[in-house]
């Protein structure tokens, strides 16, 4: 009977260990899908990177002015991805993120101008490989806190060495002083402590106000430079000015 004892609890001991390890294999294939699942985001950004920085040299060249003031760029980190999963009510599987998350792959892009914006844009999604998923224009129709910004969920192919994927990205484009408001209304939006949130929320709204005239005021001057430039410009200011095209430098 001693026997057969011993022998039912190292047999027992042998299945828990068998499943112990399913289970380690199992959770490690999951590790692994959504390491690879990341990958392809994070290629994404590198590829929408690439085609800001090429369209920026471009008008640059042709144009002697950057539109583009700063490129950002993130990935939406696995805790964030649970939180929105679980929000939606979802089980977190790499086809429900895919399928329901379209911010994981993040780019912000930081203009001088508000006309800049929809240049930059309607360049980015004209390109044949871009597909434009969803479009908000919270320029046009700002938030009613204020907030102002153009959002884009594009959709573009990223090839590996055995395989390609269609990958979803947010581009977020904005000038530098919508950025400015937007940083700082976030640090103050997530403060524990405010005596009074409705008078803090009408200050803000008062403030985007502002930014709103001055980012088309600077606009405006900018365009009325522009134009007595072109005017008065003659044959050998246009040479001088074409010359300097060639000091933009190119990235290798």
Same mark, same amino acid.
């Given at each position: 009977?001693?026997?057969?004892?011993?022998?039912?609890?190292?047999?027992?001991?042998?299945?828990?260990?068998?499943?112990?390890? #399913?289970?380690?294999?199992?959770?490690?294939?999951?590790?692994?899908?959504?390491?690879?699942?990341?990958?392809?985001?994070?290629?994404?950004?590198?590829?929408?990177?690439?085609?800001?920085?090429?369209?920026?040299?471009?008008?640059?060249?042709?144009?002697?002015?950057?539109?583009?003031?700063?490129?950002?760029?993130?990935?939406?980190?696995?805790?964030?991805?649970?939180?929105? $999963?679980?929000?939606?009510?979802?089980?977190?599987?790499?086809?429900?993120?895919?399928?329901?998350?379209?911010?994981?792959?993040?780019?912000?892009?930081?203009?001088?101008?508000?006309?800049?914006?929809?240049?930059?844009?309607?360049?980015?999604?004209?390109?044949?490989?871009?597909?434009?998923?969803?479009?908000?224009?919270?320029?046009?129709?700002?938030?009613?806190?204020? %907030?102002?910004?153009?959002?884009?969920?594009?959709?573009?192919?990223?090839?590996? #060495?055995?395989?390609?994927?269609?990958?979803?990205?947010?581009?977020?484009?904005?000038?530098?002083?919508?950025?400015?408001?937007?940083?700082?209304?976030?640090?103050?939006? %997530?403060?524990?402590?405010?005596?009074?949130?409705?008078?803090?929320?009408?200050?803000?709204?008062?403030?985007?106000?502002?930014?709103?005239?001055?980012?088309?005021?600077?606009?405006?001057?900018?365009?009325? $430079?522009?134009?007595?430039?072109?005017?008065?410009?003659?044959?050998?200011?246009?040479? %001088?000015?074409?010359?300097?095209?060639?000091?933009?430098?190119?990235?290798?």
């Amino acid at each position: 009977m001693e026997e057969n004892s011993q022998l039912d609890i190292f047999g027992g001991s042998e299945v828990i260990r068998n499943a112990l390890m #399913a289970q380690a294999n199992e959770l490690l294939d999951t590790l692994l899908d959504f390491k690879e699942l990341m990958l392809c985001y994070s290629a994404a950004i590198q590829q929408i990177r690439t085609k800001l920085e090429i369209l920026s040299t471009e008008f640059e060249v042709k144009y002697q002015r950057n539109p583009i003031s700063n490129i950002q760029s993130r990935l939406k980190s696995q805790v964030s991805i649970m939180e929105k $999963m679980n929000r939606k009510g979802l089980d977190v599987t790499r086809e429900n993120i895919e399928k329901n998350i379209h911010d994981i792959a993040g780019i912000r892009v930081i203009c001088s101008y508000v006309d800049d914006i929809y240049r930059i844009a309607d360049a980015l999604v004209g390109q044949y490989d871009i597909e434009l998923i969803e479009k908000k224009d919270y320029i046009a129709n700002p938030k009613p806190n204020g %907030y102002r910004s153009l959002h884009l969920i594009v959709k573009l192919p990223v090839y590996f #060495a055995e395989s390609m994927r269609n990958v979803t990205a947010e581009i977020q484009i904005r000038t530098i002083a919508m950025d400015f408001w937007a940083s700082l209304e976030h640090q103050i939006k %997530y403060k524990k402590k405010m005596k009074d949130p409705e008078s803090v929320a009408k200050k803000l709204k008062q403030c985007a106000d502002i930014i709103t005239y001055t980012d088309i005021m600077m606009q405006n001057i900018r365009k009325e $430079m522009d134009d007595e430039r072109a005017d008065d410009v003659d044959l050998t200011e246009q040479i %001088y000015e074409k010359l300097k095209r060639f000091d933009v430098t190119l990235s290798e």
